[in-house]
Antibody, heavy 122, light 107 residues
Framework: EVQLVQSGAEVKKPGESLKTSCKGSGYRFGSYWIGWVRQMPGKGLEWMGIIYPGDSDIRYSPSFEGRVTISVDKSINTAYLQWSRLKASDTAMYYCARSRRHSDSPDAFDIWGQGTMVTVSS | DIQMTQSPSSLSASVGDRVTITCQASQGISNSLNWYQQKPGKAPKLLIY???NLETGVPSRFSGSGSGTDFTFTVSSLQPEDFATYYC?????????FGGGTKVEIK
């Protein structure tokens, strides 16, 4: 079965760091883009960025560049999303998702992780 | 960035109704448009890719059309399990962008 499994919910304080994970299985992990999508409570979907595990090519949304870091460890089929200094406004559900087309650019997200809820509160 | 404007933002409909949602891009995106369904507490699910292609396993009552800047998503006969929020998403240019969503509620 093709799936993405994300790490569990996190509760952090403002200023703390965090690294969440997304592990792929059931397919050739290195050949498909993995994207990250934020959903703030009660709000819509926002694309944060994307990485191609095969060569670690990373593209960020301007809205998130400098605020988060996307990385990958292809040896363990895992992508990461990390923050160095969390803010209360980072409280949201974060999804990873696989792009269905394995080419030089992403298209539709056909496989989604279950989401990681990040709560940042003092 | 390409802005995606979805309408309506919400609608009420009955089982069996035909439902149509529109998505307008701020510039031409050819057929680079996808549609997703999201139910409360769940991850989004891809329904239609590249404007009109039905994802594997998705019922044929769902369809999509359009090109350029104007796109339409239709549910031909709404079923109880279709009450959810729907999002369009363009992939013509980075950054990828989503529409604001359309919540389909029971009348």
């Amino acid at each position: 079965e093709v799936q993405l499994v994300q790490s569990g919910a996190e509760v952090k304080k403002p200023g703390e760091s965090l690294k969440t994970s997304c592990k792929g299985s059931g397919y050739r992990f290195g050949s498909y883009w993995i994207g990250w999508v934020r959903q703030m409570p009660g709000k819509g979907l926002e694309w944060m960025g994307i990485i191609y595990p095969g060569d670690s090519d990373i593209r960020y949304s301007p809205s998130f560049e400098g605020r988060v870091t996307i990385s990958v460890d292809k040896s363990i089929n895992t992508a990461y999303l990390q923050w160095s200094r969390l803010k209360a406004s980072d409280t949201a559900m974060y999804y990873c998702a696989r792009s269905r087309r394995h080419s030089d650019s992403p298209d539709a997200f056909d496989i989604w992780g279950q989401g990681t809820m990040v709560t940042v509160s003092s | 960035d390409i802005q995606m404007t979805q309408s309506p933002s919400s609608l009420s409909a009955s089982v069996g109704d035909r439902v149509t949602i529109t998505c307008q891009a701020s510039q031409g995106i050819s057929n680079s448009l996808n549609w997703y369904q999201q139910k409360p507490g769940k991850a989004p699910k891809l329904l239609i890719y590249h404007t009109s292609n039905l994802e594997t396993g998705v019922p044929s009552r769902f369809s999509g059309s359009g090109s350029g800047t104007d796109f339409t998503f239709t549910v031909s006969s709404l079923q109880p399990e279709d009450f959810a929020t729907y999002y369009c998403q363009q992939f013509h240019n980075l950054p990828l962008t989503f529409g604001g969503g359309t919540k389909v509620e029971i009348k």
